[in-house]
C-alpha cells in the first residue's frame, strides 16, 4: 500500500538551491535548513492527525529539495497547517517549521499563489481592520442583545503597523 508521508521521488533528483536562497531571503525562511529530519514536528501536529497526506517533516524535506512547485502555489499543502506552532515547540533544531511554512505563505502571496479565501481575509484586514466583515445582521443581533454598535477601526494605524 502506498504510504502518503514517503516522499515520491524521481530516480535522479538535483537540489534547486534558487528555491532555497529565495527562502532564505524571507523572514524566518533560513530555519529550513537545520532540519535533520528527526520527525518529532510530525506527533502532535493536529493538521496530520486529521490529514493522511499532511506532514510538516515532509514539507521541510521538500523545502530542502528546493520542490518550488509543489511548494508555492494556489493548492500547496502548505496551506492545511493551521498556524497552531505545536511543531515549534517539539522541534530540536529550532527549525520552527511552521513560521517556515509562514514563509513559504509569504511567497505565496507575493507571487500572486495565495488561495482566494486568504486573500479575501488580508483584504478585509486592509480595508476594514478585521478578518471578518460587520454585515447589517451582526448589528441588528447585537442591538437584540443589548450591546453597543461597533466602533470604527482605527484603518490607518493598521496599514501603517503593516508598512512598518
Ligand atoms: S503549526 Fe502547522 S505544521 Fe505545525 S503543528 Fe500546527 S498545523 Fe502542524
Ligand atoms: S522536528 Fe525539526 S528537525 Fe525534526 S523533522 Fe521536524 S523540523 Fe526537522
Known sequence: MNDPHKLKAPEKQSINFSFREKLN???EGFRHNYCYQ???CVADC?????????????IILKALLGFEEE????????????NCYTCSERCPQEVRPVDVIIAM??????EGKAPELVTNVSDTVLTDGITT?????TERRRKEL??????????DEINKIIED
Open 105 to 110: 505563505k509569504n511567497m505565496c502571496v507575493a
Open 133 to 137: 466583515r460587520i454585515t447589517s445582521v
Open 25 to 27: 531571503g524571507m523572514a
Open 46 to 58: 493536529p493538521s496530520s492527525i486529521y490529514s493522511n497526506s499532511f506532514n510538516p517533516r515532509l
Open 146 to 155: 443589548g450591546l453597543d454598535p461597533l466602533k470604527g477601526y482605527a484603518i
Open 71 to 82: 511548494l508555492i502555489k494556489v493548492d500547496s499543502e502548505i496551506w492545511n497547517c493551521t
Open 38 to 40: 528527526c520527525g518529532a
